[in-house]
């Protein structure tokens, strides 16, 4: 079983910061469908169309019946271990400086064999006994995907069942962005979502939230309980002001491991409805050059921590709207301004991820609140929300559609996004 | 496999001669070729023929990227009139042989030039790992990045788990590859190893552990291919060749590696050559890691599956003992120069059918037979290529 992680002692300031080194990232445009899909959190291999077979490694052609019809098919990861190793040397930096490590050798139920990275849990195949009749049954695991630290997708071979600390894993830990023991940034405390990320976090075992609030003045419900949490800390934090940005970054930005961008500005209707910019100003405001100013003032700090111990740096999270994706024109400038700050999000992701930080995109459907309130369900609970959020950070999910309509809806968009618009356009 | 498929036919007549190495170094700034032109310096320098009169040539070797044997062509300012280029690792060797074989038996060339060799930068084995293949890029390294190593870790695990097999079998094969090495002045390691020495190493994969693993280092090998005749005329001393065999992916759906492709076609092997496994004096298998050694004994059929250890533990596997293997020291004692670890088997296996001075303390009594194994090209869970060659003393 694996042994539940102990709040690390505190750091020696003598001691130089441990500089991130990546895993091995390089991967064919083929095999970035596994990444593509573990991306979302589901373990993908290509199934051949014509005859069925699985493939792995990822192919441009049918091992059996050479069709070039290979499609990524979710896939459940039953198998059987077949051989373990423990590697006590190796010439990549990232691993040298992570031994030892532990790999398998897996005949996944569905045809291949595939390398792992397993789990301390997983039990070693049963040793040779010269008497069949007694040995050992077969090691039975299951395989998932995940994203390591470069951002790539690998498999992982966990126990078949559940153990109470089994994301405690040394390796595990190293391909999610866990709460526990993390010092962790929200940037907006006062709305419901922001509470109740907030709780979960403080659930979760976060150890320090630091919990931003814009307008000091402004009482509003909910946030009196959330700052009597032993684990927060109020900070003033207003991302229309460069200042108080940076006066904040100044503040904890050597220390904060996770950050949470939930601070939103959302009001209804499209072009026709409203005279003049200042609604759309104040939405791309915070929207999108709020997310730009907090990721100039605190990325930096956070790329410079991500090897710093077992509770480095290791993730940013944006919540950013279904609306991104295709414009939902009833809430159209706030659909264009969460458009624009996904397009800053996937550039925050290229430049995070030679520093090994995760950077987590939530396109939430409408959510349950006041901005929402016109809106027929199914809408998205806050809490909901927040759990998603963090599961997508233990699980090590980079892109995550929370509730129906944004399942729905990325599912129309992938199918052709064209079609989407026209049919928003016509009212949803 | 269909019915209608043609037996090989004999490679009566075809002779390999003047094997040559270049000597080894752990760590060379010399490109690959560098390497190849000391080879073929060697090759013109031994047989005493012209550069000119070379018109047939392989090359094998990995460092020689973006090149490929033609680029060696003209940076050796050689025509010939047929080329080939195997850059095939551990089944370059067995793979070159057979190539030129065919090529000198139909006339497309005269002497065909069969060279191995790599370079070896501090940094080259590395950067090898890591874009070996589209598969190890994609599936292997990102795991560790511990090359062969783990998965031939993986690899021999499940070997002890099937076949009850012991670290000290595969100690067996390595300390009598030793005692060979330490008459062989280009071998890399240069002291005795004891079978305790041996078990206490550092771990490296689990189960491997330090003495399992080669030495990268630089180096070349080769040898030429002609028609016996030719040798004769040029009174040059040869061996000849009685049969050959090549398999490549051979058990794809074995969930993992525990027997190779040469047993696929070994039948074909030892019927060419007329003889059964019993008649071969000395074998020179790959020996990347020791299981794989033993996978040999097995696969090429001198014990049965799964009777490797005890196979080991029943015989003695140095030079002068009653089943010698791997004479040089092998790449485990020799060193691994890349490419040329897969024509280092053949190189030693000429020297002992043509009593070159070069093994004369290391040599085989009487060895009539020799039989040479390749095995090259791990580019995922397991290595794709098999060959073996039956090589012959000729008579004088």
Not at chain 1, 274 to 279: A, E, F, H, L, S
Not at chain 1, 369 to 376: A, R, V
Not at chain 2, 16 to 42: E, F, K, N, Q
Not at chain 2, 292 to 297: I, K, P, R, T
């Amino acid at each position: 079983m694996t042994m539940p992680l102990m709040k690390p002692r505190r750091k020696n300031p003598v001691l130089r910061t441990r500089q991130m080194n990546l895993p091995p990232f390089a991967r064919g445009r083929t095999a970035l469908g596994m990444t593509a899909a573990a991306a979302e959190g589901r373990f993908a291999l290509q199934v051949c169309q014509r005859c069925k077979a699985v493939q792995y490694p990822p192919r441009d052609a049918c091992h059996v019946c050479l069709s070039p019809e290979l499609k990524w098919t979710p896939q459940q990861g039953a198998g059987e271990l077949l051989s373990e190793t423990v590697l006590h040397h190796s010439n990549d930096p990232f691993y040298r400086e992570r031994l030892p490590w532990r790999l398998g050798l897996v005949r996944l139920d569905v045809g291949p064999s595939v390398i792992v990275h397993l789990h301390g849990d997983v039990p070693s195949p049963p040793p040779f006994a010269a008497d069949q009749a007694k040995r050992r049954p077969a090691v039975r695991l299951h395989v998932g995907a995940r994203l390591d630290r470069a951002g790539a997708a690998v498999l992982i071979g966990f126990p078949e069942k559940e153990s109470e600390h089994m994301a405690d894993d040394k390796m595990l830990r190293e391909m999610t962005s866990d709460p526990k023991f993390r010092k962790i940034l929200v940037s907006d405390g006062k709305t419901e979502v922001g509470q109740a990320i907030v709780t979960a976090l403080v659930k979760a075992g976060a150890e320090i939230v630091w919990v931003g609030h814009a307008e000091p003045w402004k009482k509003l419900p909910g946030f009196d309980d959330i700052t009597k949490l032993a684990q927060v800390t109020l900070v003033p934090l207003d991302l229309t002001n460069g200042r108080s940005v940076a006066e904040l970054a100044g503040e904890i930005g050597g220390k904060v491991d996770i950050v949470i961008n939930n601070a939103e500005v959302h009001r209804a209707y499209g072009i026709a409805a409203r005279r003049g910019t200042d609604v759309a100003r104040a939405e791309m405001d915070i929207n999108y050059f709020g997310l730009l100013r907090l990721a100039q003032e605190i990325g930096p700090a956070l790329k410079a921590r991500s090897a710093d111990g077992a509770t480095h740096a290791a993730a940013w999270v944006n919540l950013l709207s279904i609306y991104a994706l295709s414009n939902y024109p009833p809430h159209g400038t706030f659909s264009a301004s969460k458009a624009a700050a996904h397009s800053l999000a996937q550039c925050l992701r290229a430049e995070m991820r030679p520093a090994g930080i995760r950077v987590i995109n939530v396109f939430p459907g409408p959510i349950d609140d006041e901005w929402n309130q016109n809106l027929p369900p199914p809408k998205v609970a806050p809490a909901a929300l927040a759990s998603a959020i963090v599961k997508a950070l233990t699980q090590g999910i980079e892109d995550v559609y929370p509730g129906d309509v944004a399942q729905e809806w990325v599912e129309r968009w992938r199918e052709n996004p064209k079609v989407l618009e026209r049919e928003l356009a016509a009212g949803g | 496999m269909t019915a209608a498929a043609r037996a090989r036919s004999s490679y009566e007549g075809v002779a390999v001669a003047c094997p040559v190495t270049v000597p080894y170094r752990r760590y060379s700034t010399h490109g690959a070729h560098w390497w190849i032109g000391r080879a073929m310096d060697l090759l013109v320098e031994r047989s005493g023929i012209a550069k000119e009169q070379i018109d047939g040539l392989t090359v094998s070797s990995f460092s020689l990227v973006p090149d490929t044997a033609v680029g060696v062509t003209q940076h050796l300012g050689l025509s010939p009139r047929w080329l080939d280029h195997i850059p095939t690792g551990g089944a370059s060797g067995v793979m070159a042989l057979r190539r030129a074989a065919r090529a000198v038996q139909a006339g497309d060339a005269d002497v065909v030039a069969c060279i191995a060799a790599d370079a070896n930068h501090v940094e080259s084995f590395r950067q090898m790992l890591g874009g070996f293949s589209h598969f190890a890029r994609d599936a292997s390294y990102p795991y560790g990045s511990g090359g062969p190593n783990s998965i031939f870790a993986f690899i021999t695990a499940a070997y002890m788990r099937t076949y009850g097999a012991e670290r000290a079998d595969f100690g067996r094969i390595c300390v009598a590859q030793r005692a060979n090495a330490l008459k062989n002045a280009n071998a890399l390691f240069k002291v005795p190893l004891s079978i305790e020495q041996y078990l206490d190493a550092r771990p490296i994969a689990d189960p491997i552990h330090l003495f399992d693993c080669v030495m990268p280092c630089a180096g070349g090998e080769a040898f030429l291919v002609m028609r016996q005749e030719r040798a004769k005329d040029l009174g040059l001393p040869h061996a000849l060749v009685r049969g050959a065999i090549e398999r490549h992916n051979a058990y794809a759906d074995d969930p993992v590696l525990l027997r190779g492709g040469w047993r696929v076609d070994r039948d074909d092997l030892y019927s060419q050559a007329g003889v059964a496994p019993d008649a071969i004096d000395f074998v020179q298998t790959y020996d990347d890691y020791p299981v794989v050694v033993m996978l040999q004994f097995e696969d090429l059929g001198f014990c049965e599956k799964g009777e490797g250890p005890a196979f080991v533990r029943a015989r003695t596997l140095t030079h002068d003992g009653d089943f010698p293997n791997n004479t040089s020291g092998g790449q485990l004692s020799a060193g691994q120069a890349g490419c040329a670890g897969g024509f280092l088997g053949l190189t030693e296996a000429i020297r002992q059918l043509t009593d070159d001075a070069d093994v004369a303390k290391r040599a085989v009594a009487d060895s009539m037979l020799g039989l040479v194994s390749g095995f090259g090209m791990v580019t995922y869970d397991r290595c794709l290529c098999t060959g073996a060659v039956i090589l012959a003393r000729a008579s004088s």
